[in-house]
Nanobody, 121 residues
Framework: QVQLVESGGGLVQAGGSLRLSCAAS????????MGWYRQAPEKQRELVAS???????NYSDAVKGRFTVSRDNAKSTVYLQMNGLKPEDTAVYYC???????????????WGQGTQVAVSS
């Protein structure tokens, strides 16, 4: 069993910053990619940013240049530093991790419970 626990959401004014954290725990042999997705009301969940175990990052065009994804492999934790926040960034942000339980296990995707980010204009 694996748990992803997120923290760091909240309400901020436009132009402000927030830092999200997501820690994985449980039966983990290795973690491949980790990332952040978001879902605004009445919209589909979309990728925000991802990072491989080797540190290669990928960003959506909407957040490129404003958000930074990073990870601490020793702590099984992924972060999302969000600067220059805009009202359109308002959404529930979900952490995702691709995890192997054992060396022979397939990769399984896990999700956090979500954390609300609200940006006022």
């Amino acid at each position: 069993q694996v748990q992803l626990v997120e923290s760091g959401g909240g309400l901020v004014q436009a132009g402000g910053s927030l830092r999200l954290s997501c820690a994985a725990s449980g039966s983990i042999f290795s973690i491949n990619a980790m990332g952040w997705y978001r879902q605004a009301p009445e919209k589909q969940r979309e990728l925000v940013a991802s990072i491989t175990s080797g540190g290669t990052t990928n960003y959506s065009d909407a957040v490129k240049g404003r958000f930074t994804v990073s990870r601490d492999n020793a702590k099984s934790t992924v972060y999302l530093q969000m600067n220059g926040l805009k009202p359109e960034d308002t959404a529930v942000y979900y952490c995702n991790a691709d995890i192997k339980h054992r060396i022979w296990s397939p990769i399984t995707a896990y999700w956090g419970q979500g954390t609300q980010v609200a940006v006022s204009s």
